[in-house]
């Protein structure tokens, strides 16, 4: 049997899609690689489907947001996880805030259609593909996504506080 690790892993995935992977890291030992958003559903495929790797459980769907990060602003990340060989894997894609689409995939894995929309809910990512891609948290009214670093975490106009107690 075929021992999988991160260098096993990574070695099968820049055989196979070398020109769409961005990036790769391996922060406190979890594979981490920055993919092109376009190319998520074949890498995933061939990671679920694949007969020694086996990431069958998407373990964790969620948005990010870096608003100095221009043209890349919005991001998801990926966490899928073998449990036949209990090794997890990390995977970022990134878009534009201007146009926020990534594909869905919940084709792969049905557990994303709940996490898909709430990252849509709080982020505003768009799943091209998803089955029913409505707000799941918020009330369908909000014209804006709460999550987005676009507002001051407080009231600006406070002066009842001192800033120095709170290390700024």
Known sequence: MIEITNAY???ELQEHFAAFIISDEEPFGMLTIVLDKDKIIPVLEYLNLHPHISMQFLTTLCGIHFPENKGKELGVIYHMH???NNVRLRIKCFTDITNPVIPSVTSIYQSANWQERETYDFYGIIFEGHPNLIRILNVDEMD?????KEYPLEDQTRTDKEDTFFGR
């Open 9 to 11: 892993l990574l070695k």
């Open 144 to 148: 804006y996504f709460p999550m987005r």
């Open 82 to 84: 073998s449990l036949v």
